[in-house]
């Protein structure tokens, strides 16, 4: 057991270390600690970009193919470009409101490296001319709030955040904000509702992205801890360097939450687009293989919202455009793994919980949809299921997330993939989301959902 | 219960100051209220009212939508299981179940002397670290049923002096000093940065950046 200090994930031996390589330094999250050690020298990436003119440090970073680590994937730079020109002022919006179930990346980097995050934040307001960074930290996370307060503290004390920073004529300031336990807030305009002092519930879209109208309906960035995490390594040594880790599309390095029922649970980083699940699920510096006696059934690839893959997929690489072909996609980088003694009924009645219970109940289809999966999967999880109950569950499921639902190919069955995303009738992909684990399911395992509900019919008359 | 204390207004108007309108602070307002008095007293959201400048019903609407916001008093200690579904496959719904018959009380309760509250709670992010469980927020993980014991034993034996009371997150405030400020006030007022646009200009003409 480790209790309050955190000693866990493995920051992983002889694989590439872009944001992972302080985590096992005793004074990593100190500045003293993060000016010493690393794969490269702290506040030396800020030193780089303030050389240059911020035009040039969004080329570089729009040049690196820095993919946003949320879940969407979408290029860090190309994101920064989609602020209109001449309307300021411009904010930046860190998500720190990790809470993706199987999720475990942005709290390490915000507890053993909260330098590092900071560096990349104030890159990353000098490039885009923001007048003010936001970090917003999930509330649930006390540690992650300690240790992100010290450091700006620190930094602030410092001369490397606030006023004329590094003695140059650039300012700016980096607020550190508490959630206070919303996983929707992780949606970006949810996430900007609740800083304006709101209910987190997702904005009505158009405009698409809140970089024309976010933070006070201002051009607002909104990026995640990983993303803004990579910038002070890139600009210490450049776009060749980030660029001969990972593929072409999916360039740099990538953390993943290997969790379930491996041998050796952890989280890693990886080459981003060529490890393969094989690799990652067997390799001794990885995952190290299935617990004993036991085989692969099913995992999830890229946190609860995703569609779930079958042993057939281990040999795709963890790519997010292959992944997304294949029915399913990378998310946020949270790998559960299920073996042969999971339950499909159960493990898909944990994921529709989770996300009737985190509806925001702004949409309908959402908000009505999700409780009653959630109600139909529970009566014939205990043993009250109705054979319409199947069909019943397949059309509300319909009604969140219309036509086929990205299902991952079924060779033995001769079913194709259909690539992800999905269709919707909300603002918002929570409750499309809740639709994942029921066809993934029921695609693959109908049968088990059939032994639950005949059960009931097997009761012996007047047993009761 | 109770309105802010002098000091903790005082803390309060140096948070507003970091946002460039003052709603912003509504969330951070209510923590400061929940660590006050352990959870969000009516008198305190009228008092945020005030202070940021909007209705105590607002201030409800937006507090009654987080979760970590209780309106009513809890256990000194908040113990939250998680079961969501890496740790329920590695038996977070059987660290809930003893949990809850340790402490005599189901999830949602509380016990008769005040100092515990059980939870069921969604995904914490200890997912490779399975079953978790957090008490007042902090983490404990790969808990056994053992180690639950032990815990509740040292935090009824008051040899847990590293857990606050209910309502602390955070033991360090980030501190912004008056004269460190850079630049926050409210959008109309603000313009592009002029070192943003001399700087892009400089490299546009060729010349030197700095």
């Known amino acids: 057991m480790t209790d309050t200090s955190n000693t866990n994930g493995t920051a992983p031996a002889a694989t590439a270390q872009i944001v992972s390589s302080r985590w096992d330094t005793l004074d990593g999250h100190t500045l003293e600690g993060y000016k010493r050690s690393g794969s490269y020298r702290g506040y030396a990436g800020l030193e780089a970009a303030l050389a240059m003119a911020p035009s040039q440090v969004t080329d570089q970073v729009r040049a690196a193919t820095v993919l946003g680590r949320g879940g969407a994937g979408f290029p860090a730079g190309v994101k920064w470009g989609f602020c209109p020109p001449g309307v300021w002022p411009r904010y930046i919006v860190v998500n720190g409101d990790e809470s993706e179930p199987g999720t475990y990346k942005d709290r390490i980097l915000m507890e053993r490296d909260p330098h590092q995050l900071i560096e990349g934040c104030v890159i990353a307001a000098y490039a885009i001319g923001a007048a003010q960074v936001f970090l917003y930290v999930r509330g649930e996370m006390a540690h992650a709030q300690e240790r992100i307060a010290v450091a700006l503290n620190e930094a602030y004390a410092n001369n490397l955040v606030g006023r004329n920073i590094m003695g140059t004529d650039f300012s700016v300031d980096i607020v550190l904000h508490w959630g206070a336990g919303a996983y929707i807030v992780g949606e970006e305009t949810a996430l900007i509702e609740s800083l304006e002092g709101n209910r987190g519930m997702p904005r009505l879209k158009p405009p698409y992205f809140p970089a024309a109208k976010g933070l006070h309906l201002k051009p607002t960035i909104v990026n995640n801890i990983e993303t803004l995490s990579n910038l002070p390594w890139l600009l210490c040594n450049g776009v060749d360097a980030y660029k001969s880790y990972g593929s072409e599309a999916s360039p740099g390095t990538r953390l993943i939450a290997l969790s379930g029922h491996v041998k050796n649970p952890g989280v890693f980083e990886i080459p981003q687009g060529t490890t393969t699940f094989r690799e990652l699920f067997y390799d001794e510096r990885y995952g190290g293989g299935i617990r004993d006696g036991h085989a692969l059934k099913m995992f999830i690839p890229g946190g609860a919202s995703a569609p779930w893959f079958f042993p057939e997929q281990v040999d795709l690489p963890l790519e997010g455009r292959v992944v997304g072909a294949a029915g399913s996609m990378l998310g946020s980088g949270a790998i559960v793994v299920m073996d042969d003694s999971t339950d499909a009924v159960k493990a898909c009645l944990r994921v529709v919980r989770f996300f009737a219970r985190e509806s925001c109940g702004k949409c309908s289809p959402c908000r009505e949809g999700t409780s009653w999966e959630e109600k139909i999967l529970q009566r014939i999880y205990d043993g009250y299921g109705r054979p319409s109950d199947l069909e019943l569950l397949l059309d509300v499921a319909d009604n969140i997330s219309p036509g086929p639902y990205p299902v991952a190919a079924d060779p033995a069955n001769g079913v194709d993939a259909i690539p992800f995303p999905p269709r919707q009738t909300t603002i918002c992909p929570l409750g499309p989301s809740s639709v994942a684990p029921i066809t993934s399911a029921l695609s693959r395992f109908r049968h088990e959902f059939e032994a639950k509900i005949v059960k009931r019919d097997l009761i012996p008359l007047g047993s009761h | ?210």
Request: glycine letters at 6%; hydrophobic letters at 40%; one cysteine or more.
């Open chain 2, 1 to 210: 219960m109770s309105r802010l204390s002098e000091d903790n207004e005082r803390l309060a108007l140096e948070i507003i100051a970091r946002y460039p309108r003052p709603k912003s602070a509504t969330i951070p307002l209510c923590h400061l209220a929940q660590e006050q008095d352990g959870y969000l007293a009516d008198d305190a959201m009228v008092h945020i009212a005030e202070l940021v400048g909007i209705s105590a019903a607002e201030v409800l609407g937006t507090a009654s939508f987080y979760e970590m916001f209780k309106r009513k008093p809890v256990g000194k200690y908040l113990v939250n299981v998680c079961t969501n579904i890496s740790c329920q496959l590695l038996g977070g719904e059987e660290l809930l179940a003893h949990a809850e018959k340790t402490l005599g009380i189901s999830a949602g309760a509380t016990t008769a002397d005040a100092m515990f509250t059980i939870e069921d709670v969604e995904c914490i992010a200890a997912c490779t670290e399975a079953p978790a469980c957090q008490i007042n927020y902090r983490y404990f993980h790969q808990v056994t049923n053992a180690d639950f014991d032990e815990i509740i034993t040292e935090i009824r034996s008051g040899r847990r002096t590293d857990l606050p009371a209910h309502g602390t997150l955070g033991m360090v405030r980030q501190h912004i000093a008056p004269d460190e400020v850079a630049n926050i006030t409210p959008p109309e007022q603000q313009s592009e940065p002029a070192w943003y646009a001399a700087r892009n200009a400089a490299v546009a003409t060729g010349g030197e950046s700095k």
